[in-house]
């Protein structure tokens, strides 16, 4: 079966980085576009930004020019790089494969189960 494995979250302070990573398998990664959603507490799930299959790249505004999303065909991996980080950016973060690049969730059949990210000021 489609397994989504997210890792690279923790705790950190505000204006450091980290670089999550999604280890993907049961599925021909190179078929698929990979999202990178978050949700906050009491907070709907957002969308971070996405890969396409060439490695096109889409991000929300609230990220843009602070994250980096990027894939590796060869080890099934998709990662997100988190640059500045801000207290705003705490949440659980999960990696989603599917068809096509997309802003909406649902466009999105496989999740992975998430990482914890705490930006502390």
């Known amino acids: 079966q489609v397994q989504l494995v997210e890792s690279g979250g923790g705790l950190v302070q505000a204006g450091d980085s980290l670089r999550l990573s999604c280890a993907a398998s049961?599925?021909?990664?190179?078929?698929?576009?990979m999202g990178w959603f978050r949700q906050a507490p009491g907070k709907e799930r957002e969308f971070v930004g996405a890969?396409?299959?060439?490695?096109?790249?889409i991000y929300a505004d609230s990220v843009k020019g602070r994250f980096t999303i990027s894939r590796d065909n060869a080890k099934n991996t998709v990662y997100l790089q988190m640059n500045s980080l801000k207290p705003e950016d705490t949440a659980v973060y999960y990696c989603?494969?599917?068809?096509?690049?997309?802003?909406?969730?649902?466009?999105?059949?496989?999740w992975g189960q998430g990482t914890q990210v705490t930006v502390s000021s």
């Open positions: 989603a494969a599917g068809s096509g690049l997309a802003y909406i969730s649902s466009v999105y059949p496989y």
């Open positions: 049961g599925l021909t990664f190179s078929s698929y576009a």
């Open positions: 890969v396409s299959l060439r490695g096109f790249t």
